[in-house]
T-cell receptor
Framework: NAGVTQTPKFQVLKTGQSMTLQCAQDMNHNSMYWYRQDPGMGLRLIYY???????DKGEVPNGYNVSRLNKREFSLRLESAAPSQTSVYFCASSDPGQDLDQPQHFGDGTRLSIL | AQKVTQAQTEISVVEKEDVTLDCVYETRDTTYYLFWYKQPPSGELVFLIRRNSFDEQNEISGRYSWNFQKSTSSFNFTITASQVVDSAVYFC??????????????FGKGTKLSVKP
């Protein structure tokens, strides 16, 4: 019963390097989300995908790109990492189309440090 | 605009004390959902409860209880007889399922609860 799986769990990058965070869910959910969590800021939405083939910007999209590869997978890419992107990244999935009050299911997070 | 405010940044209590975590929300929608999540020191997010805007009944689950009041736009969370294992960051969140972001959660900044033995 995997739920939402994120890889890697930890990563250290140098400024300017690129990286892709992977997320996969096995619950057949239509919607997937990427959040970042910074100290004292709660979780903020970076991008979301309401269905396979669609993506939309959230509150803090600058510096990121996403790909909804298929229904299961939703990746987050940092093209040129900056220290301001040091954060904990959470992927989530849900199916609001079927159950509007269904909670989002979260992965365990990716702790990303950019030096 | 939608917003969730958790005014208490940190709370410290001694074990067995009761503690209430406050949550105030803003939304123009008539249909919305409210959630509480727990984030223990290990870092994962644990879903605790959801409540839709049409159901103002209070809910109790063991030592946890929730008080939803639309008149004051509040959704407060009380832990009775707190335990050390309750130490965590607690997030209140708001969801607008009919909004453009298809059920995106808008989080408060969280309240860090420390329960001391």
């Amino acid at each position: 019963n995997a739920g939402v799986t994120q890889t890697p769990k930890f990563q250290v990058l140098k400024t300017g390097q690129s990286m892709t965070l992977q997320c996969a869910q096995d619950m057949n959910h239509n919607s997937m989300y990427w959040y970042r969590q910074d100290p004292g800021m709660g979780l903020r939405l970076i991008y979301y995908s309401a269905s396979e083939g669609t993506t939309d910007k959230g509150e803090v999209p600058n510096g990121y790109n996403v790909s909804r590869l298929n229904k299961r997978e939703f990746s987050l890419r940092l093209e040129s990492a900056a220290p301001s992107q040091t954060s904990v990244y959470f992927c989530a999935s849900s199916d609001p189309g079927q159950d509007l009050d269904q909670p989002q299911h979260f992965g365990d997070g990716t702790r990303l440090s950019i030096l | 605009a939608q917003k969730v405010t958790q005014a208490q940044t940190e709370i410290s209590v001694v074990e067995k004390e009761d503690v209430t975590l406050d949550c105030v929300y803003e939304t123009r929608d008539t249909t919305y959902y409210l959630f509480w999540y727990k984030q223990p020191p290990s870092g994962e997010l644990v879903f605790l409860i959801r409540r839709n805007s049409f159901d103002e009944q209070n809910e109790i689950s063991g030592r946890y209880s929730w008080n939803f009041q639309k008149s004051t736009s509040s959704f407060n969370f009380t832990i009775t007889a707190s335990q050390v294992v309750d130490s965590a960051v607690y997030f209140c969140a708001l969801s607008d399922p009919y909004g453009g972001s298809q059920g995106n959660l808008i989080f408060g900044k969280g309240t860090k609860l420390s329960v001391k033995p």
